[in-house]
């Protein structure tokens, strides 16, 4: 079955950087749309970035600049790459692949950033 695993979260500082990887195992098809979504406690998630399978992105706006996003066809993976890092950033991170016209997501990876 299609499992898409997380890691890259932790504890940084104020204007740190750290990348998140999302992995998609169980499949043989490549995703579509990726994405980063994020949720802080007692927040809705929200959008942060997303990806097509040809390499268009989309950003949140006041995220554009600072997040980048990017994929790796050949392993069925996607990065963030958060640079400049504020506290109003810290939320979990999960991921969300598209393929074969369903939906998956991980299962989260917590980013925090101490002032």
């Known amino acids: 079955q299609v499992q898409l695993v997380e890691s890259g979260g932790g504890l940084v500082q104020a204007a740190g950087s750290l990348r998140l990887s999302c992995a998609a195992s169980?499949?043989?098809?490549?995703?579509?749309?990726m994405g980063w979504y994020r949720q802080a406690p007692g927040k809705q998630r929200e959008l942060v970035a997303e990806?097509?399978?040809?390499?268009?992105?989309n950003y949140a706006d006041s995220l554009k600049g600072r997040f980048t996003i990017s994929r790796d066809n050949a392993e069925n993976t996607v990065y963030l790459q958060m640079n400049s890092l504020k506290p109003e950033d810290t939320a979990a991170y999960y991921c969300?692949?598209?393929?074969?016209?369903?939906?998956?997501w991980g299962q989260g990876t917590q980013v925090t950033v101490s002032s």
């Open positions: 990806i097509t399978n040809g390499g268009d992105t």
């Open positions: 169980g499949t043989i098809f490549i995703a579509n749309a």
């Open positions: 969300r692949m598209r393929i074969r016209g369903r939906d998956y």
